[in-house]
């Protein structure tokens, strides 16, 4: 079974994990109140989902 011959150093590491990052959320906008929101989930300003409310609104 290969065993590495040398310690991979912290920069060859960390050159290789440059293209592991995670993406920003994709954020749609509320019909109701037109706040962001994410997609698929109830308006955490106003508390409506698909034009009903849901959740009670979050208070500021």
């Known amino acids: 079974m290969p065993v590495?011959?040398?310690k991979t150093s912290k920069?060859?590491?960390d050159k290789r994990r440059t293209h592991k990052k995670t993406a920003?959320?994709?954020l749609s906008?509320?019909?109701e109140c037109g706040e962001e929101k994410l997609p698929h989930?109830?308006?955490p300003s106003?508390?409506?989902y698909k034009g009903r409310d849901v959740i009670?609104?979050?208070e500021e």
């Open 11 to 13: 920069s060859k590491r």
């Open 41 to 43: 989930r109830a308006c």
């Open 46 to 48: 106003c508390g409506s």
């Open 24 to 26: 920003a959320p994709n």
């Open 4 to 6: 590495p011959k040398r």
């Open 29 to 31: 906008t509320c019909p």
């Open 56 to 58: 009670e609104p979050e």
